[in-house]
């Protein structure tokens, strides 16, 4: 089975920074891109960024310069370094871990159970 645990979060103030982690736990699976992903209510769930396990990153516009992603392959975490805050960046953050089957084939993506980042202006 698939576990992630998400980390970190909080309240922090706008231009302020917040470090989210996920720990995966994935024992047999073919692991390939992981990221984060986050929503508010009423709204679809949006990347914010992927990382695959080469170390090749991709940010959501809004954020880019601004939060940075990285991965540890060793230890099967993803974490996520956001800075210069904005209140519109307040969500619940979502860790995604991307499996792939014994060919190579996308099988499914797993999600962790969020946690929430609140920017106060």
């Known amino acids: 089975q698939v576990q992630l645990v998400e980390s970190g979060g909080g309240l922090a103030q706008a231009g302020g920074s917040l470090r989210i982690s996920c720990a995966a736990s994935?024992?047999?699976?073919?692991?390939?891109?992981m990221g984060w992903y986050r929503q508010t209510p009423g709204k679809q769930r949006e990347l914010v960024a992927t990382i695959t396990s080469e170390g090749v990153s991709n940010y959501a516009d809004s954020v880019k310069g601004r939060f940075t992603i990285s991965r540890d392959n060793a230890k099967n975490t993803v974490a996520l370094q956001m800075n210069s805050l904005k209140p519109e960046d307040t969500a619940v953050y979502y860790c995604?871990?991307?499996?792939?089957?014994?060919?190579?084939?996308?099988?499914?993506?797993?999600w962790g159970q969020g946690t929430q980042v609140t920017v106060s202006s």
């Open positions: 995604m871990l991307r499996v792939l089957d014994g060919m190579g084939i996308f099988l499914r993506n797993f």
């Open positions: 994935a024992n047999s699976f073919n692991m390939d891109a």
